[in-house]
């Protein structure tokens, strides 16, 4: 079951990871074609995604379904070309915007405090497993980005909603 804390893009980067491991190899659209889809997910989670990466994969995913020995090769493409139908605007997000809503793609994600919401209380800087927040009692925190290692917390535990993903 899928709500809106699950990017799209990675689920299916997962999907096709599984496909692309199960692959026979035997034949050529399912063994490179899987992995070409794989790659091109991955560059759009990383952030390096293209506006031409869509076309690239409706046509790798047609030729797969079309060419194909079997039912795992023909069907992989699948979830990719139904998600990209029906939230197009969320790959559109992470190829043009660089950004992921769900905050699941690391590389895609910023968290930072809103210096007019937070009360000081230091429940984030407690709660950082890297010690990359930092500030004073009563006083806004601030995120080092360079340590964050982007894993949410903060964002979580924030009752003031003084800490944005974006």
Known sequence: VMDEDDCIVDVNK????????ESCGKCSPCRVGG?????????ITKGNGKEKDIEKIKNI??????ASL????????SPVVSS?????????????????????CKDLVTYTIIPEKCIGCGLCAQRCPVNCISGEKRKPYLIDQNPC???????VVCKFDAVSRG
Do not use: W
């Open 84 to 104: 990209m139908k029906f939230f197009e605007e969320e790959y559109m997000l992470h190829i043009k915007d660089k950004k992921c809503p769900t905050g699941k």
């Open 35 to 43: 992995k070409q889809l794989l790659g091109i997910l991955e560059r």
């Open 61 to 66: 995913s047609m030729a797969m379904q079309k």
């Open 14 to 21: 997962f999907y096709l990871q599984f496909s692309v491991d």
């Open 70 to 77: 079997c039912g795992l090769g023909q069907t992989t493409p």
């Open 149 to 155: 290692i982007k894993c949410g917390e903060c964002y």
